[in-house]
């Protein structure tokens, strides 16, 4: 099986790589996670619960990560043991760069890109489902886990700048449109009117 993906992430890249090199952030945010424990240098282990169709099963085993360049990304091979279900092993890459255009806007509030590989193999009663289910599964654990990282991210740092600038951008243009809707019910927009036809003659 091979992935690839590109997501946004409207955190900094520095937010993004601390997150991703954080065990307990990353225990949260992959689907079914029971365990994510430093065993060594750069080395895990892991426990977690899989369904792929019909087969559900609890995978353990462990992660390493190499070729670490922060807070540019890295690579990391895994594999597990799911009983009876089968087994999992391969590698991914995890790449982080700023948002292009990024620095001359807000370098610390612009947000990163983050592009991912994986390349996986799989034994047992799973590899016997059909590369198609395998495929899904593989793509739907994956926008989990990105919907979760996000997620968490806006807990930690609040939401993206971007986004927080439109909401306060919003919320004056519609308060305003409400105040001359209101003005005008009233009928005060109506005697502004007709006060700024007469002051020319009164003038003269």
């Known amino acids: 099986m091979e992935m690839l993906g590109n997501r946004r992430l409207g955190v900094t890249q520095q937010q993004a790589w601390e997150a991703l090199n954080d065990p307990e952030t990353l225990k949260k945010c992959i689907p079914g996670c029971d365990k994510f ?69 807000a370098p610390a509030a612009a947000g990163c890109e983050l592009d991912y590989t994986v390349q996986a193999q799989v034994g047992g009663k799973i590899a016997q489902l059909g590369q198609r289910l395998i495929d899904g599964a593989a793509k739907s654990t994956a926008d989990d886990f990105f919907k979760r990282f996000e997620a968490e991210m806006q807990s930690r740092y609040g939401p993206p700048p971007a986004a927080a600038a439109e909401d306060t951008a919003e919320a004056p243009a519609e308060k305003a449109g409400m105040m001359s809707g209101l003005m005008k019910k009233i009928g005060l927009g109506k005697k502004d009117d007709k006060d700024a036809s007469v002051a020319p003659g009164d003038a003269s």
């Open 37 to 105: 424990e430093l065993t060594g240098d750069n080395q895990y282990s892991v426990a977690l619960a899989v369904k792929i169709g019909p087969v559900s099963a609890k995978f353990s085993g462990k992660v390493a990560l190499s070729d670490i360049v922060a807070p540019d990304g890295y690579k990391l091979s895994f594999e597990g043991q799911g009983g009876v279900a089968g087994f999992a092993k391969g590698s991914s890459s995890v790449t982080l760069r700023p948002l292009a255009g990024a620095a001359e806007a």
